[in-house]
């Protein structure tokens, strides 16, 4: 009687586990759609139009290239960091990872080489004023 209890108790944990691990995939569409492009967004003007208030915005030398990286809520579920949005000096955007914690793209910006320094919005802003394309 004491094994059949057993039994029953570990089939529903493992039921529940199961459920739950279903569960952890239903967000992943939904944030993966929250934090990809639309297509219209092309450079850092119409990126804050789509994205006004980003997370944090860096400055990165990769060798005498100069990019600006803008980082949004993760686009996947459990990520471990956030999305990331690539621009090249002039403000076009070059990239994008829904989680730049394990998803590195473009691949350039994320290698050992690349100095990678903190900066403001205004900085961002200022320095990528484009002619919409």
């Known amino acids: 009687m004491n094994l059949e209890r057993i039994l029953v108790n570990t089939g529903w944990v493992a039921l529940m586990l199961a459920a739950l691990l279903l569960l952890s995939f239903i967000p992943e569409p939904f944030l993966h759609a929250r934090a990809k492009p639309p297509a219209q967004v092309t450079n850092a003007v119409t990126f804050l139009e789509w994205k006004p208030m980003p997370t944090t915005v860096f400055r990165l030398a990769a060798g005498a290239n ?10 996947r579920f459990l990520a471990s960091g956030p999305s990331a949005y690539s621009f090249d000096s002039n403000g076009r ?3 994008w990872t829904p989680d730049m ?7 350039e910006l994320f290698g050992s080489d690349v100095k990678r320094e903190r900066a403001t919005l205004e900085e961002f802003r200022a320095t990528t004023q484009l002619v919409r394309q």
Do not use: E, F, K, N
């Open 93 to 95: 955007l070059i990239g």
């Open 101 to 107: 914690g394990d998803v590195y793209q473009p691949r």
């Open 66 to 75: 100069m990019y600006w990286q803008v980082t949004g809520p993760a686009g």
